[in-house]
């Protein structure tokens, strides 16, 4: 039993639902302990499209690394995402940010995520669930002192 964080995102649709209905999806294979707050937060890098709404999730699995990308890739099929712009719009993002202690660098799968500690939309959700995850300096040099909006409880996204 791993203890993993993914990150969650969306920008099209009917955002929280989206968010939702992937979550349900990690079961039975993910069991969700913790759940973040959500987030709205401008798109980075393609900035032109629809502002995302962002979380993060801490679970456990017997997954092994790359069974756990292998279902997130499908449940972001099955919400309707397809192959697209690169950073571009989407129902349904989801990453693995930790897999247990694991640090792991394959051609398709690098884990800790090689981009969330520049991410303000990681490491802010992260450190409301996972202080201990999230070093202050990390938290500063990510989010220049931005303020990220809360749209949705933690219990919203639960759907409870
Ligand atoms: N930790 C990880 N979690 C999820 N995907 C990963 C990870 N490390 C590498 N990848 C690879 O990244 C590829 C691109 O993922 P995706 O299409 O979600 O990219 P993106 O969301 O546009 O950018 P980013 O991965 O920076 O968020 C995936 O197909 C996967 O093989
Ligand atoms: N704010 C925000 N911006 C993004 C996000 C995201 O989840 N949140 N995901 C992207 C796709 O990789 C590109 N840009």
New binding site residues.
């Given amino acids: 039993m791993t203890i993993v964080y993914l990150?969650i995102?969306s920008?099209q649709g009917d955002r929280l639902a989206n968010l939702q209905a992937g979550l349900a999806a990690l079961a039975p294979a993910v069991q969700l302990t913790n759940y973040s707050s959500v987030y709205e937060?401008?798109?980075?890098?393609?900035e032109d499209q629809p502002?995302?709404l962002?979380a993060v999730v801490a679970g456990t699995t017997e997954l092994a690394p790359h069974a756990l990308l292998a279902l997130l890739k499908q449940i972001e099929h099955d919400c309707g995402r397809r192959p697209g712009l690169?950073?571009?719009p989407?129902p349904l993002?989801l990453d693995i940010l930790l897999y247990g202690e694991l640090e792991l660098q394959t051609n398709d799968l690098i884990i800790p995520h090689l981009r969330m500690f520049e991410?303000d939309?990681v490491l802010r959700p992260l450190a409301e669930i996972a202080p201990n995850q999230v070093n202050a300096e990390q938290l500063a040099q990510a989010t220049q002192g931005s303020v990220l909006a809360v749209v949705y409880s933690a219990k919203q996204l639960q759907g409870r």
């Fill in positions: 990150a995102g920008n937060t401008a798109a980075a890098y393609v502002p995302f962002n690169r950073y571009g989407r993002d991410r939309f």
